[in-house]
């Protein structure tokens, strides 16, 4: 197993929600710290916390910004930048079916008592280490 793919999961098992776990395995690729990433995608887990665009994919594209964006973008710095946005969004969806936490969870992480179900099944340490994977996996391959 990678050796990306392998602390990710030891960080997601500490805690770390899915957009944090992604994001952590590039930081220092790229200059920044893993507490300081940690904290700028602190409100991206469970879907922006309302089960909205899952954290994995919300990490990975941060991530792909620090890769690919430009600090002072043209139009066509922007178009390029978004072009690898929608292929990284398109592979994702072909692999997992959806883009959203709640669809692919199959609970409204932004109501606390069916985040709190998806809890107590297991949910959460059953489903989402595969989308950290795919993100991570996807995100090495660009």
Known sequence: MDK????ALEDFN??????????RQFAE??????DLISRLNAGFG????????????????????LKYAKTDPTAE??????????????EFKVVHGALNCHELIG??????IQKEQ????????????????????LVLNY
């Open 4 to 7: 990306r793919l392998q602390q």
């Open 14 to 23: 500490n805690n770390y929600n899915c957009s944090q776990t992604v994001s």
């Open 29 to 34: 690729d790229y200059g920044l710290t893993k």
């Open 46 to 65: 469970g879907g922006m916390c309302i089960g909205y665009t899952c954290g994995a994919i919300t990490g990975a594209i941060m991530v792909l910004g």
């Open 77 to 90: 710095d922007k178009k390029e930048f978004y072009a690898v946005v929608h292929k990284f969004l398109n």
């Open 107 to 112: 609970y409204e992480a932004g109501n606390e």
């Open 118 to 137: 998806a809890r107590e099944k297991g949910i959460f340490k059953d489903n989402c280490p595969k989308y950290i994977k795919t993100a991570i996996e």
